[in-house]
Each structure stands twice: as structure tokens, then as C-alpha cells.
């Protein structure tokens, strides 16, 4: 139990969300919630883009903890109101804006991101604008996500709170609120399992610094996730398979397994694969960033004993489902802040087996998942780095081509290097599973093109490969050849 019983308690600055927007100087560096694109401010950005809109002159800073709505990623960015944007986006407005260089974007890992803002080494912040479901004095409880909240009201000089009625108050429940400290000295996270809670429902901060609660009733725009499809269900197929017999070798999963899966389509049918999956016995844990809609149908069934993430990334079925019952998961789901949920202590502790996606991966492993073509961001790097480069095990897995079959995503040489060949262990397609451990570079390039590369495109890969191979070198390569698939 929380004790919350009500939204706003005591006496608090309540104004609109327009005169909130003008507590916002024109070149402010603005914190706001939201990870996974749920529990960001709506009413004072929108606002804010008003604003800009009429006439007023914005060059603002943002900074989330991850995806955010529209609110921000495009209404402010159509507006013209950013100058620059920190470290992630998903949005066409946004994502035009950084390409053509109208806004400076600067992308990072998320487990480090909280420190270097209340650190300063990031950016001067000013101002925080966050998302609630309850605010007093000095407290506020976060909604459907916590990311990097606790540590930007922490870091920001003012504080804005939206506080928003469409979201049950029972949410509190799910809520471990956990400040892990700033370096040199930082202590070791209590935490000895994923489902352990060792923190608060509630953020709380100096009452000096609450400017304004924005009373809103704004849902989170839901996630959309495709139907799997033949592509998805053949490399579900092949992640069930392989963490099978991994599981019999690998004696640290002898009592028990513990998952990531990243965001997005492609993470939910993985999950989706879990529920006939034969876990020997073994415990089947969740420690990562969101909780997608496949995650809380194997709550539901037992698949899962628990869950810890920092966001609800869910369908408009899924928050229905969740909203609905929210006392059924309190037991087994845990949203914490990113900074823990991304800790690469914990990812070693608790020997998280990562599953990322990517955009491309190259013949020797490394893997890019942030850009295409020649550059062009598509959104960031996200929790990834967090996980790959400190699991005990860390899987990618992505369709082996891309644009109906006309695109290999198997290339001798990634454009842009977001995961080095170092951080990943198995690479997976539709077509097969390469595992890469112990493998000498021209060995990882066999393993992978025989394994993952589509038939389609095998032969002229393994072609580029003899032609790389006649160069000497540990890691042979013609670049100016390898790029040449570009065209």
C-alpha cells in the first residue's frame, strides 16, 4: 500500500498550462519525463509550441530519459522551438530536423545519462517539466514511466508538474523509487533479484523549487505494435531454439534465466515466443527498460515470475488490460529509475541474457542500430549499449534483409559502428543463429554469412570475402569495395 489517496495535497502553485510555459525562458535547457514514449508532459510543451507558433522566440534545449509523444518530438520541432536535442527521438518532425541539421542532437547511453546532467558535464539545466499522477509540497509520484524523473528534478533549478488524472493512482504500487548516488562516492546497489524493491513510491525534491502543477487528464499516446509476421515468427523461432540449448551448457543458468528484450515490434514477438516456451524448471525473470504487452501476458500466465523495468510501453489494449487490474501485477512488475534499470552493475549481477534488434550488422559482428543509408539517424542508441556491452550474454537479432528483400542487412562493413564486434555474442535471423564466442574474425565472418545472411545474398558476400581475405591483416577488408553496397 502507498497511502496515496489523492492527487494534489497541500498548498500548491496550480496554473494553467500557458502561464506554466512562460515560467520557460527562450533558451532553457528543459528536462522532461518520458521513456518509451509514455509518461512525458503533454500540456505545457503543446503550450509551449503555441508559443512559438504566435510569435515568440524559442531555441530550447530538451532533454528526456527516451522516446517521447508529439507533444515534444513534434509539435515543439514543427514549431521551431528546439535548438538542440538530447539523446533521443523517434519522430519524422524531430528525426528531419536532426538530419538536415536544424537541430544539434548529441546521443548517449541511457545508464549514464541522469549523472551527467545533475554532474553538469552534459548541460546547465534550468528547468524540469515531468509527468505525474500525484504532487504535494515537496513530492511527486511518477506515472507510466520513471526514467531519468528522480534525477532532473534533482538537477533542475525549477520544477513544473503536469498532473495527470488519466492515469489510475494505483500505479504508485508498481513504483521503486531508488537514488543510486553520484560518483566517487557511490555505493553498491542493494538490490539482489529483479523483483526486490528497496525505494519509495514517491520522488521527492526541495519545495523551494515547485513553480507550477498543471492539472491534466491527456492518456499516453500508445505504443503500436505490428502483427508478427513470417520473418518475426521464424527468428522467435530460432531465440526459443538456441536459449534451449544454452541453458544446458551454460551452468549460469542452471536455477534460473533473465531476459532484456528491446522496445519495439520485434522485442514484443520475441516475448510472444516465451509462452510455450520449456524453461526446464528454471525461474524466468525480466530486468530491462519497458514492459511491452507481451511481458504482461506472461505475467499473467506464470511465464514470468517478475519484471522490473522504468516504462509501460503499451498498446491502448494493453493499458486498458493494465489500468483495468493494476492490483494483479503489483506483486510481480517493479518500474524503477533508468539509471538503475540500465546499471551495468545489475545487468553483470543478475547475468541478464540481452536480445537487441539492429538496423545492419557487418560480416565481422559489429552492429549499427541507429542510422541508414549514409548518416541518417533514425533515433538513438537507447538502453542497447547498457545491455550488450555488460550481459552475460548478448544476442542481436534482426530480419535478414530489409525493403522486400531488396536490402541485405547482413554487409561486409557497417557505416556506423553503435555495438562493436566486442559486444556482441550471437547474432540471429530468420535463416539461423551464429554464434560468434571464441571465433577469430575471418571465422565470425564464415559463421555469419553461412548462419544469418540471406540466401540471396550468401554468394556475393562470401565473394567480397575471399576477394578481403588476399589483403593480409587480423580483419581483412577492401573498403572501398565493402561501401559499394551502398549503391
Known amino acids: 500500500m502507498t497511502g496515496i489517496e489523492r492527487r494534489l495535497v497541500g498548498d500548491l502553485p496550480v496554473q494553467s498550462a500557458a502561464d506554466a510555459a512562460d515560467l520557460v525562458a527562450a533558451d532553457d535547457t528543459v528536462l522532461v519525463s518520458g521513456f518509451g514514449s509514455v509518461g512525458d508532459p503533454k500540456a505545457v510543451p503543446a503550450a509551449l509550441a503555441e508559443r512559438a507558433r504566435a510569435g515568440r522566440e524559442l531555441a530550447l534545449t530538451v532533454v528526456s530519459g527516451g522516446s ?7 509539435r515543439l520541432f514543427e514549431a521551431g522551438a528546439v535548438a538542440r536535442r538530447y539523446p533521443f527521438q523517434g519522430r519524422s518532425a524531430s528525426r528531419a530536423a536532426v538530419n538536415d541539421r536544424t537541430v544539434a542532437f ?11 546532467v545533475e554532474l553538469g558535464t552534459l548541460v546547465d539545466a534550468d528547468v524540469a517539466i515531468v509527468e505525474a499522477i500525484a504532487v504535494g509540497p515537496d513530492w511527486l509520484v511518477p506515472s507510466t514511466s520513471i526514467g531519468h524523473t528522480p534525477t532532473y528534478v534533482a ?9 495527470n488524472r488519466s492515469q489510475p493512482l494505483e500505479l504508485a504500487a508498481l513504483h521503486d523509487v531508488y537514488r543510486p548516488g553520484l560518483p566517487p562516492d557511490r555505493n553498491p546497489i542493494p538490490l539482489s533479484t529483479p523483483g526486490e524493491r528497496i525505494g519509495d513510491h514517491r520522488i521527492t525534491f526541495d519545495p523551494e523549487k515547485l513553480h507550477a502543477v498543471v492539472e491534466t487528464n491527456d492518456p499516453d499516446t500508445p505504443y503500436s505494435f505490428r502483427e508478427p509476421t513470417t520473418v518475426d515468427q521464424r527468428i522467435a523461432d530460432n531465440f526459443t531454439s538456441f536459449l534451449e540449448s544454452e541453458m544446458q551448457r551454460n551452468p549460469a543458468m542452471a536455477d534460473r534465466v533473465r531476459l532484456q528484450f528491446g522496445v519495439g515490434s520485434m522485442g514484443n514477438a520475441l ?9 526446464d524448471g528454471r525461474a524466468i525473470e525480466y530486468f530491462g527498460e519497458v514492459v511491452q504487452d507481451g511481458m504482461l501476458d506472461l505475467l499473467a500466465d506464470g511465464t514470468f515470475r517478475v519484471a522490473s523495468a522504468t516504462s509501460l510501453a503499451l498498446s491502448e489494449d494493453g493499458q486498458a488490460r493494465l489500468f483495468g487490474d493494476v492490483e494483479r501485477y503489483t506483486e510481480q512488475l517493479v518500474l524503477r529509475p533508468a539509471d538503475v534499470s540500465n546499471r551495468p552493475e545489475l545487468v553483470d549481477r543478475f547475468g541478464v541474457v540481452a536480445v537487441n534488434s539492429a ?3 557487418d560480416v565481422y559482428g559489429n552492429a549499427n542500430s541507429t542510422h541508414v543509408g549514409a548518416g541518417h539517424l533514425l533515433s538513438g542508441i537507447g538502453g542497447s549499449g547498457d545491455f550488450n556491452r555488460n550481459a552475460l550474454l548478448s544476442i542481436t537479432a ?5 525493403g522486400d528483400g531488396d536490402v541485405s ?8 559502428v553503435d555495438h562493436t564486434e566486442h559486444d556482441i555474442d550471437v547474432v540471429l535471423t530468420e535463416h539461423g543463429v551464429a554464434d560468434l564466442r571464441g571465433l577469430a574474425p575471418v571465422e565470425r565472418a564464415a ?7 540471406h540466401p540471396d545474398y550468401r554468394d556475393r558476400l562470401r565473394a567480397y570475402l575471399d576477394h578481403a581475405c588476399e589483403r593480409p591483416g587480423h580483419v581483412p577488408h577492401d573498403l572501398a569495395v565493402a561501401y559499394d553496397w551502398l549503391d
Open 359 to 361: 538496423v545492419e550488422v
Open 106 to 116: 548529441h546521443d548517449t547511453h541511457i545508464a549514464r545519462l541522469g549523472e551527467q
Open 398 to 402: 534482426l530480419p535478414s534483409t530489409a
Open 447 to 453: 559463421e555469419l554469412v553461412d548462419e544469418c545472411a
Open 155 to 163: 538537477a533542475a533549478d525549477r520544477v513544473v508538474v503536469e498532473m
Open 271 to 279: 516475448m510472444g515466443a516465451l509462452a510455450a516456451f520449456d524453461a
Open 68 to 74: 517521447t509523444g508529439e507533444q515534444i518530438d513534434t
Open 409 to 416: 542487412r547482413v554487409v561486409p562493413a557497417v557505416t556506423h
